[in-house]
């Protein structure tokens, strides 16, 4: 019992990772409303402002690779949390734009080491039988945030610094309670410190058996690798790496954050009344991406990963056709309601394939060896086109209008099933090491 608390004290801090994750990058929606009627704001600094946290995520995560591999996932995490802490402080004190930005930047340094480290932490010390589960408690934590980040948004209006300050709450926790958790024991056996690794997985494994077997398995998985970037390319590996990155860029081109930072406007632009109304109809987006999130919970390790993405993904190219046509009809009585009842019927077939689908199978996919780089570079493709799309969002509905942008999102949903029908193994039920092994015999005729 001591041993279960233990573990699951650990697996929700990194979790926390998560909702800082989900917080930072949700709360500058309704933040921004305010801070433009304090300081002189012209567009091209308002996506500034946006994009800032974004930059410094591709930052945070090309450092916090080699520190992950090199100090370890719990001290890791633990500069992460200073990291927030200092970022949080720096938003909430800003005198100008240049220093908002630079503390925006900061926030997303954080969030780029935490989001690479978290997973991999959250994966490498779960049993395998509900490890899908854990690694989604990660992605529940980022929507949860999210949603947190929205409310209070809406009840802090409109005290923007007080809306960043928030945001040191879990941040606290976080650094606090990540000293007494365990290191991974892979991280721990990869340095070579076995007594350590024994300790860890007697700690965490309800039974001295499971703990041995573990150990054996994780030796055997460590005495034939390298690591380092030439391993990655390998030819086996080559398949992974292609889809830990491609999986990144299609949970970004598919049009997740366009929708996660911009409700708002494109419920407007769907001729939505007052500012309120939209306002709720994006807690509304919230509220369902944390239910749909759940839902994913419970069936990720029943049903498999492939079956919900596909199931999800089949739901966003019809969801985001919706859209398309919705918007390329035209404005009229139905278009608002339409795009509503579209927009929440995307994020929830996102919520239960894509979102936890992509953190799940980057965290799972590579071998110990590579697993933080692996997930690193993952984590960068992710970042760089969350960073594109958000960026081209109000360009491209501004331009091809809302018909034009959610077709090209439904057009990469297409390609992105097409992908993961073809080459995504099922990892469901796996123990690390047995993915390890699949790639090594890698062939298109085998399937895990
Ligand atoms: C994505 C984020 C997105 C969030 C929405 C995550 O899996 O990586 O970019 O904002 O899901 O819930």
């Not at 929507?143 to 948004?153: E, F, M, N, P, Q």
């Not at 041995?212 to 005495?223: H, M, Q, T």
């Not at 966003?316 to 278009?335: D, H, N, R």
Request: glycine letters at 10%; hydrophobic letters at 55%.
């Amino acid at each position: 019992m001591q041993k279960k608390k233990h573990a699951q004290t650990s697996f929700l801090l990194a979790a926390l990772a998560g909702l800082l994750f989900g917080y930072d990058t949700g709360v500058i929606s309704g933040a921004l409303l305010f801070i433009k009627r304090e300081f002189v704001v012209s567009p091209l600094l308002e996506g500034v402002i946006v994009a800032a946290v974004l930059l410094g995520c591709l930052i945070g995560v090309s450092v916090g690779m080699p520190l992950a591999q090199r100090f370890g996932r719990r001290a890791t995490l633990f500069l992460s949390a200073v990291v927030f802490i200092v970022g949080t402080i720096a938003c909430t004190f800003a005198l100008d734009i240049a220093w908002l930005i630079a503390a925006r930047l900061i926030l997303g340094l954080a969030i780029g080491i935490s989001s690479m480290c978290a997973p991999v932490y959250l994966a490498e010390l779960a049993p395998a039988g509900v490890r899908g589960r854990l690694v989604t408690l990660f992605q529940l934590c980022i929507t949860l945030g999210i949603l947190t980040a929205y409310l209070v948004d809406l009840l802090l209006a409109p005290h923007w610094r007080g809306m960043f300050f928030v945001g040191v709450v879990p941040a606290m926790i976080l650094l606090i309670g990540i000293l007494p958790s365990p290191e991974s024991p892979r991280w721990l056996l990869s340095k070579g410190r076995e007594d350590k690794a024994w300790e860890v997985l007697l700690r965490v494994r309800s039974t001295k058996k499971e703990a041995k077997r573990e150990l054996v398995d994780i030796k055997e998985s460590l005495a034939h690798q390298q690591g380092g970037l030439g391993t990655l390319l390998k030819t086996h590996l080559r398949v992974a790496l292609a889809i830990g990155v491609l999986l990144a860029f299609f949970q970004q081109v598919t049009g997740i954050n366009a929708v996660i930072y911009f409700a708002p406007s494109i419920f407007k632009a769907a001729g939505f009344g007052s500012d309120l109304g939209a306002l709720l109809a994006t807690v509304g987006v919230g509220v369902i991406n944390v239910l749909a999130t759940i839902a994913a919970l419970y069936a990720i390790d029943r049903l498999g990963r492939r079956y919900l993405l596909l199931l999800g993904l089949s739901g966003m190219i019809v969801t985001l056709s919706a859209l398309a046509v919705g918007f390329w009809i035209g404005q009229g009585g139905f278009l608002a309601p339409l795009t509503v009842a579209s927009v929440l019927m995307y994020i929830m077939f996102f919520a239960i394939g894509l979102g936890p689908g992509f953190w799940l199978l980057a965290a799972e996919i590579f071998p110990l060896e590579v697993r933080s780089l692996g997930m690193g570079l993952a984590t960068l493709a992710n970042w760089g086109s969350n960073l594109v799309v958000s960026l081209t969002f109000p360009m491209l509905l501004h331009s091809l209008g809302g018909a034009g942008v959610f077709s090209l999102y439904a057009f990469f949903s297409v390609i992105a099933w097409v992908f993961i029908k073809g080459y995504v193994p099922e990892t469901k039920g796996k123990t690390l090491e047995e993915i390890e092994a699949y790639w090594l015999g890698f062939n298109r005729q085998t399937k895990l």
